[in-house]
């Protein structure tokens, strides 16, 4: 592996010469496939792209966003994100996770390995089907991905990018079905865990199968003064070289995106940012809340953002949240029963959101850990059909959250919080 980091943050020029000098050990090729991030993710894409461009001059390069099911990216989106123009030698790709011709199936995990490591909970195979261009005779693969904490994979990043990034609705229901089965509270924030092991074997069925050589940069960042600040960039080939890659990205993101408080809080205002539009990104706010003694008991988690409208810009999955609602794990599976159809992924969210708490099937009460409230531009009548509060975002002013038991986060959903006397 061949790296950089400096954990107080990484000049560009430093970092240019390094990825120019890194860019130049790998193999030339005629047709090039780079998979990267989506809107949803901060990073520094837009330096690494352009010298991959710049490297193969004289190829083909085409850019697959490896979205899952967040929505498609436009080509001005492409251009900001990379960083680079589309021309007739660079093309930008969405991944359309739901489009059977655009999908090739090419083996399975069985069910034995998803109950091991489910802890009992989940007994079923998962077809592998991913995206066809992975084996359509590209010369070189190169996955742009980068690591933070992350509630169904320990930490974001690496092979993540290929399962579920670049894979199918079965794929990308069952992960998230069976990451959620296992919970939040043990696997957010640790580089090892068992959603991490499912990515793994997953993935490493894919590359068995791809042909070309494939080569990971995974990035670690900070924002300062609403500039990406880069703290690491992690090169390696191959898929032990990605694991490798992913747990020295992991232990970087674990010093700059963790932040400790003393005492449990008993209300939190999560500012969310713009780019994330939609209650199924800011749902973030909500898991990077649940290491367990982070809420009290009854704690008020309010999602503030103004700017979102909807739970989910495709109808169908916004469909399957009202269905069911925000309910805690053992709610969600009894009503998963009851409504047939529900995607599974919608249902990991719609558990992931609402947290922990005690269902008793016999008089279908509930008792949760903490409530969310949503100050945004969704109605209260929505937010109740949901089973979430709601609050006006204009009443929302930060000197009233100020004080003990209370904390204001500006950049809502980014950091993972802890108790100090974990650290």
């Known amino acids: 592996m061949e790296y950089l980091e400096n954990l107080k943050g990484i000049n560009n020029n430093e970092l240019k010469d390094f990825i120019k000098k890194e ?13 990267s991030p989506d809107y949803t993710r901060v990073d520094f894409s837009h330096i690494i792209a352009p010298l991959i461009v710049d490297r193969y001059s004289s190829s083909q390069i085409d850019f697959l ?20 123009k ?14 059977p011709d655009k999908l090739v199936t090419i083996g399975k995990i069985s069910g034995e390995f998803i109950k091991e490591k489910t802890e009992g909970h989940l007994l079923a195979d998962i077809d592998i089907t991913v995206n066809k261009l992975l084996f359509s005779g590209y010369d070189l693969i190169i996955a742009l991905s980068a690591s933070v904490p992350h509630e169904a994979s320990g930490y ?24 959620v089965l296992v919970g939040i509270p043990k696997i957010i924030g640790k ?22 050589p494939i080569y990971s940069f995974n990035m ?41 408080i003393d005492e449990p ?24 809340l649940q290491k367990p003694g982070v809420l009290k008991k009854g704690a008020e988690v309010i999602i503030y953002a103004p700017h979102i409208k909807c739970f989910h810009t495709d109808p169908d999955i916004e469909k399957d949240l009202f269905s069911l609602g925000y309910h805690c794990r053992d709610n969600i599976c009894t009503l998963i029963e009851e409504v047939p159809g529900i995607s599974k992924n919608a249902a990991a969210h719609l558990i992931n959101v609402c947290g922990p708490g005690v269902f008793d099937p016999a008089t279908r009460e509930e008792d949760l850990e903490f409530r969310i409230t ?17 609050r006006d975002p204009s009443t929302i002013k930060k000197d009233d959250f100020a004080g003990p038991g209370k904390l204001w986060i500006d950049e809502g959903g980014k950091y993972l919080y802890d108790i100090k006397r974990r650290k």
């Open 374 to 390: 949503l100050a945004t531009s969704i109605s209260e009548d929505k937010c109740k059909e949901v089973g979430l509060s709601y």
């Open 220 to 260: 670690v960042n900070t924002k300062i003064d609403d500039q990406v600040l880069p703290v690491g960039l992690y090169i390696d080939r191959g898929y032990k070289g990605f694991i490798s890659a992913y747990k020295r990205a992991s232990k970087a993101s674990s010093s700059i995106h963790v932040k400790y």
């Open 23 to 35: 860019v130049k050990t790998i193999p030339r090729a005629e047709k090039v496939l780079v998979i």
């Open 191 to 212: 580089v090892e865990n068992n959603g991490r092991d499912i990515i793994n074997e997953g993935s490493k069925l894919i590359f068995e199968k791809i042909k070309s």
């Open 86 to 99: 589309k021309t007739k030698q660079i093309n930008f790709i969405n991944h359309r996770f739901s489009d």
């Open 65 to 84: 966003n490896a979205g899952g099911t967040h929505r498609s990216m436009t080509s001005d989106e492409f251009e900001v994100k990379l960083g680079i």
């Open 156 to 179: 974001s990043g690496g092979l993540k990018l290929f399962f579920p990034g670049v894979s199918g609705p079965h794929v990308i229901d069952a992960f998230h079905w069976a990451a």
């Open 265 to 288: 809080l008993s209300q939190v205002v999560q500012m969310i940012p713009a780019y994330y539009d939609e209650i199924w990104l800011a749902g973030k706010g909500s898991y990077k």
